[in-house]
Nanobody
Framework: QVQLVESGGGLVQPGGSLRLSCAASVSGSIFTYYPMGWYRQAPGKERELVAVFTGGGVISYADSVKGRFTISRDNAGNTMYLQMNSLKPEDTAVYYC?????????WGQGTQVTVSS
């Protein structure tokens, strides 16, 4: 069983920054062969893709976060990050880590990000 644990959420003022982390219970570079990314869900809205590493190593971002957010991961491939800069109130949501390891859909428990003055 794969476990994903997010951390780094919190309350930040508009224009501020946060760095989210996602630690996977499975070690090794196996994660780099499958899509792994960040999603978010705001109250009353559907969960949406924020940023993702595709299985081919390509990175994709939602238009709403391009130029502000950066997805990355450590050399071992089992810890993923989301650097969020120039945060806006509309970025407020629960942020989830996702991995499609071995063709299955794994989710973390989510971490709350609130952007408010």
């Amino acid at each position: 069983q794969v476990q994903l644990v997010e951390s780094g959420g919190g309350l930040v003022q508009p224009g501020g920054s946060l760095r989210l982390s996602c630690a996977a219970s499975v070690s090794g570079s196996i994660f780099t062969y499958y899509p792994m990314g960040w999603y978010r869900q705001a109250p009353g809205k559907e969960r949406e893709l924020v940023a993702v590493f595709t299985g081919g190593g390509v990175i994709s971002y939602a238009d709403s976060v391009k130029g502000r957010f950066t997805i990355s991961r450590d050399n071992a491939g089992n810890t993923m990050y989301l650097q969020m800069n120039s945060l806006k109130p509309e970025d407020t949501a629960v942020y989830y880590c996702n991995s499609k390891l071995w063709g299955r859909n794994y989710w973390g428990q989510g971490t709350q990000v609130t952007v408010s003055s």
